[in-house]
C-alpha cells in the first residue's frame, strides 16, 4: 500500500466491508479502488482520525471530501473500466481522482480553486498516479480539447446537466451528477448518450455543494474555461503552485468588493469568513449590511481572492447563499490582515 500504515489499512478494509458492502456495491474493481486509495491523505491534517468514517468532511473553502460510499456509488454508476477516459468535474481533494485512477485509462480532473487543484495534484503525485490530469477551469465548459470521453463524473450539483458535458460524451458514455437545489437534497442522475439522444436515469437521493462557475468576465464564452498565460484558447489552465505575493507583483494583485446575498446573518458567516480569509492570507474585511447581507473587501493574490470567492458563494454549513457579487475595488493600503467589521 502506498505510503500507507497497516492501521489505515485495516481503517480502510472495515469501511469498504461496513459503508459499502453491506449497502449493495458489488464491483469488485470499485471495491478494490477503495481498499487501496489512502484517504486519510487527501483530507486536512485536522481530520485524519476521522478519514474513514461515513461522512464527507470539509476541506477548505466551503468544499468537502464527498462521503465514500457516494465516491464508490458515483464510480460504479459510470461502468468504467482499464480503457476508458474519464472527465471529472470538481476534482476537489483528488480522492475521487485517484479512485478513478484505479479503475479507468486516464482521468482528467478540473477545479476551478487553484489552491485545492494544486493541493489534489500534489497529493496524486506524490501516490505515484500517471494517467490522472489536473488542471484549473470552470467545469461546466469541460475539457473540449481532450473530448470525447466515456464518462464524465460532476461532483457539485446543478439544476441541469451543463449541454458542454453532456456535448463531449462519446456514443455509449455516461454522465453522473447530482441534479437539483444546491442547498437542498438531490437526485444522483445518470445520463448515456444513444447517438445524439441522451437517456436519464435517477439514482438515489444526496446532497452536494453547488458547481462553481468562474465570473462571466473570465470565461471562454466558446467553452467556460478560464483562460491563463500562455494557454491556447479554450485550453485549462495545468495547476500552479499558489504562494504569496512578493513585493514586485503587488502590482498584479486583485481587489474586490463583494456582496452577499441570502441567509447570511445570524448563521456565523462573517466569522466563518473572517477564519478563511486569515487561513488564505488575504488583507480585507467583512461585515454586515442594513439589506441583511453580507460585504466583503478583499484584495491579495488573484488566485487566492478567486478561492475565497469560491467560498463565499457557499459559505458556513448554515448559511443559504442566493447571489454573489464581485466589482473592482481600490486597494486599501492600511489593511494589513484580515477582519470583521
Sequence with gaps: MRNDTADYGVRRTRMVDDQLVARGLRSDDVLAAMRSVPRHLFVPPELVTEAYVDAPLPIGLGQTISQPYMVA????????????RV??????????????????????????????????????????????????????????????????????????APPALLRQLSDGGRLVMPLGHPHRDQVLTVFQRVGDEFRERRDTRCRFVPLVSDEPADQDRRGGV??????????????????????????VMKTVAVRVSGMVQGVYYRASACREGERLGLRGWVGNMSDGGVALHLQGDPAVVDAMLGWCRVGPPAARVSRVEVGDAEPDESLSHFEVR
Design 226 to 251: 478560464r483562460r491563463g498565460g500562455g494557454a491556447a484558447p479554450g485550453a485549462p489552465q495545468v495547476a500552479p503552485p499558489v504562494r504569496g505575493a512578493t513585493e514586485q507583483e503587488v502590482a
Design 73 to 84: 456509488l458515483m464510480t460504479e454508476l459510470l461502468g468504467v473500466d482499464v480503457r476508458s
Design 87 to 160: 472527465l471529472e468535474i470538481g476534482a476537489g481533494s483528488g480522492y475521487q481522482t485517484a479512485v478513478l485512477a484505479e479503475v479507468a485509462g486516464e482521468v482528467y480532473a478540473l477545479e476551478l480553486l487553484a489552491p485545492l487543484a494544486e493541493r489534489a495534484r500534489a497529493v496524486l503525485a506524490r501516490l505515484g498516479y500517471q494517467n490522472t490530469h489536473t488542471a484549473i477551469a470552470d467545469g461546466s465548459g469541460g475539457w473540449p480539447e481532450m473530448a470525447p470521453f466515456d464518462a464524465v463524473l460532476v461532483a457539485a450539483a446543478a439544476s441541469q
